[in-house]
């Protein structure tokens, strides 16, 4: 059975993303950058055949506590965003591949653009240190149903249980009287939080 035309747009994106390091591990590619750094590249996938490039970076010490507390999916960035979001003028938010068209010229046009633009986001956010403290700096570049539990980790991970007390307080006040999906799960994060992180 032929491959989808999905698939045969992805296996040109991963092709043309071989020489540049980054290896396709289930639907993203990720990058070894050693001590325990990776560089996360993954796609929305819009219409038939758009792919939208999302960039980031992904931590082992933030995940292993995810998976700790039960959160999130392994290799999941700490910080990412649009590939688009990145370029200057007139930026691309989505690569189009055409049925029977010509998938190698337009992935690695995409990935060129990725290496121009992506790259040098992802090398700036490879220091934990570094994206720690501009995430606490701006946690409005976080979006806003993720930003108290990742503010919450990144700063037991930087050592300051009682700002992670902080953050899980306010996050809980504003939640108090919803009993939405977002605000159910949350309590049930604080309180695993809590319990394996007492301030």
Not at 24 to 47: M, N, P, S
Request: hydrophobic share 45%.
């Amino acid at each position: 059975m032929r491959p989808s035309a999905k698939t045969d747009a992805l296996l040109a994106v991963d092709a043309a993303l071989r020489p540049t390091g980054f290896v396709r591990c289930g639907h993203v590619w990720l990058q070894e950058r050693g001590d325990g750094v990776r560089g996360w590249l993954g796609f929305g996938v819009t219409g038939s055949l758009e792919l939208t490039p999302l960039v980031g970076v992904c931590f082992r010490r933030y995940d292993e506590v995810c998976r700790a507390l039960g959160v999130g999916l392994p290799a999941t960035p700490v910080t990412s965003t649009p590939l688009g979001h990145l370029m200057g003028d007139k930026p691309v938010w989505r690569w189009t591949f055409t049925p029977g068209g010509d998938h190698a010229g337009i992935a690695s046009a995409l990935v060129d653009t990725f290496l121009r633009h992506g790259k040098p986001y992802i090398d700036r956010c490879a220091t934990w240190d570094a994206l720690s403290r501009e995430l606490v700096a701006k946690p409005e570049s976080l979006l806003d149903f993720e930003r108290a539990r990742k503010l919450a980790i990144i700063h037991v991970l930087d050592g300051n249980a009682a700002a992670a007390g902080e953050v899980l307080a306010e996050e809980r006040e504003r939640v108090a009287d919803s009993g939405d999906v977002h605000a159910r799960s949350y309590r049930a994060f604080a309180r695993r939080f809590e319990l394996m992180f007492p301030a």
